[in-house]
């Protein structure tokens, strides 16, 4: 590639008539340019193949008016194609650095391919690099991109499956605003689908249709483009929506997001609770991981048992305990989108599956049911998470296992072998971590010099915070359980398979050891309901534990397994060879080896 030039100067009608004159490519030749407001606050991201012109638009936009600094990114080379590439890198750059807050909008965001991509994608970086040195970015791309400020920003190059569903979804919205019906929709994908980009990709774009006051600034080629208009907006007028997330550390990520987005805002992300409790009805609610709302049953304090009823009784004029947090948001929004999975419930107290497929199926009826099978985060494809699922069910096949890529799977017969190499995989693509089953007591919660998990001579603690711990700075040497890390996304997951799981070699069976889980709350039954789970009751709960797990690791997954004859299946099936080991018995804390 030839080498490309960033020009610098001032945002006002003077400097701009002066372009021309630097270089007649600024009057005619494909471009990338940045506007900055010189106070690393705001800041937008344009192509464009007329310089000139299209800054003079930008001065007469009051939504520019704040912006003082022009960087126009020329090259030989550039055309069309890869001006839109490089415009929706650099938004999807910026949104995730976090040092400007990104004025476009999220309709324009692009991945097309085109005549050597490749190629023009490694002198992105080099462009990134210069405008880096500029003030322009704080950080590298990988830390960018290993952070939730990018994972879950709106500025996403949505897939095939993905556009379809989004604009089918708005469209339908649109046409049940107009004729003052309302509907509820449902979003089906396995782990790395995108359920809940789909979900704050819309509330932006919902936002930059109610919003936009200045059509220059719609991607007119964008599939979405012709939503963009006034009888749209109007129906979105006082349209208040809300993204419900029942995760508490994935919530807190995701306003932080929203405190950086133009047109969202934190308040738009609620609890279950803060919908039932809260004033006023929605428009739209938008319910992430839904299978992870609650049925009625033993909360986590006495307030929140008494929260239940109270929200039943203001809702429904009684305290129905058949009513659930599901039944709250359809009472309380007039229109819902549910993105679901059912095999990643992972407590007892979680929608019961019936519920969730009377969902499917009515929204199959009325054709609002959207399957996501691109898969997003695991590099190894929708074949993993499928043979990941049938290993944990006793149906997987070595014979038929199938080709996996250059996807890092390993198995792993020792825990401080598997930990040398999470740090390695750290050290050098950051974002790997240890995470594990929960089968072993948190002793360390109350006790910080206390080791909560003892194997093969190295002790471990559970994670020491519920809330972004990812992120948290003494992650790395910790263990995470199934409630920090649904949701998220990790380079690297090395996976703790827990006594809680075993193996009958004589049945070929998967089984429970009931004794070796200790989430409390995941195996409680449920006097409310009259409901006695048994063993195959928590037996799924825990497939779907460690089936979430397993499916963390968007480069690579390391899997040991406590259990020795459930390690002898797994080894089998994934075709690893293992290292001659003794039995290990596990008693409470610690793992001792017997001869």
């Keep these: 590639m030839t080498p490309f030039s960033v020009e610098k100067l001032g945002f006002d009608a003077r400097a701009i008539a002066g372009l021309a004159r630097i270089d007649k490519r600024f009057s005619n030749w494909p471009v990338v340019y940045v506007l900055d407001d010189g106070a690393q606050s705001s800041v937008y991201v344009g192509e464009t193949v007329n310089t000139v012109a299209r800054m003079r638009q930008h001065l007469a936009s009051p939504s520019k008016s704040g912006l003082s600094t022009i960087r126009v990114v020329i090259d030989d080379t550039f055309n069309k194609s890869a001006c839109l590439d490089l415009e929706s ?17 999220n309709e324009g965001i692009i991945d097309a391919a085109y005549y050597d991509r490749d190629l023009y994608r490694e002198s992105f970086r080099d462009i ?3 405008l880096r040195t500029e003030g322009i970015f704080d950080r590298s791309i990988p830390e ?3 952070g939730d400020l990018f994972k879950l920003s709106p500025f996403k190059a949505l897939t095939p499956d993905q556009a379809i ?4 979804i708005l469209e339908g919205l649109f046409v049940d605003l107009a004729a003052d019906i309302g509907s509820t929709a449902v979003i089906q994908g396995q782990p790395g689908t995108g359920k809940t980009i789909i979900g704050i990709f819309l509330l932006k774009l919902l936002a930059d249709i109610r919003d936009y006051d200045d059509l220059d600034d719609v991607q007119l080629d964008s599939i979405f483009s012709e939503l963009f208009v006034p009888e749209h907006r109007a129906l979105l007028d006082g349209f208040r929506m809300g993204l419900v997330v029942p995760q508490q550390s994935l919530r807190e990520s995701i306003r932080r997001v929203f405190k950086k987005t133009p047109k969202l805002h934190p308040s738009m992300v609620l609890s279950p609770w803060d919908v039932g409790l809260g004033d006023g009805d929605y428009d739209l609610l938008i319910v992430d991981e839904t299978h992870r709302l609650n049925r009625r049953a033993n909360q986590s304090s006495g307030m929140r048992n008494l929260d239940y009823q109270r929200i039943n009784e203001k809702l429904f004029g009684a305290d129905d305990h058949a009513k659930t947090q599901l039944d709250w948001m359809k009472a309380k929004s007039r229109h819902q989108l549910l993105l679901v999975d059912r095999e990643q419930s992972v407590r007892p107290a979680d929608l019961p599956d019936s519920v969730l497929r009377r969902e499917l199926e009515v929204a199959e009826a009325q054709h609002r049911r959207y399957p996501l099978t691109t898969q997003m985060r695991v590099r190894a494809g929708t074949d993993y998470v499928d043979f990941i699922r049938q290993m944990l069910r006793g ?11 250059e996807y890092d799977l390993r198995f792993f017969d020792d825990v401080g072998a598997m930990r040398r190499a999470i740090f390695a995989q750290d050290a050098s ?4 971590r240890l995470v594990a089953g929960y089968a072993w007591d948190w002793v360390s919660k109350k006790d910080a010099d206390a080791y909560d998990i003892v194997l093969d001579g190295v002790s471990l603690r559970w994670n020491s915070k519920d809330t972004d711990w990812i992120s948290s700075p003494g992650s790395l040497q910790e263990v995470g359980s199934i409630h920090t890390v649904q949701g998220y996304d990790l380079n690297y997951a090395g996976v703790i398979i827990g006594p809680d799981l075993r193996f009958d070699p004589s049945s070929g069976q998967l089984l429970l050891d009931r004794d070796s889980y200790r989430d409390k709350k995941g195996s409680e039954n449920n006097p409310r309901l009259g409901i006695a789970f048994t063993d195959d009751d928590l037996l799924q709960y825990i497939r779907n534990i460690y089936g979430v797990l397993l499916t963390r690791g ?11 004859d459930l390690r002898a299946y797994v080894a089998s099936v994934l075709g690893a060879t293992t290292a001659r080991i003794s039995p290990t018995s596990v008693s409470g804390g610690r793992t001792e080896r017997t001869s």
């Design 89 to 105: 890198h650099l938004i999807r750059w910026l949104a995730g650095d976090g040092r400007f807050t990104v004025l476009n909008g």
């Design 429 to 432: 693509r950051g974002l790997a």
């Design 395 to 405: 149906e997987a096949d070595a014979n038929a296992r199938p080709d996996f890529g």
């Design 144 to 146: 960018i991109e290993n």
């Design 554 to 564: 968007m480069l690579g997954t390391f899997i040991y397994v406590c259990d020795p």
């Design 128 to 130: 990134f690099e210069q």
């Design 165 to 168: 569903a989004v604009e089918d």
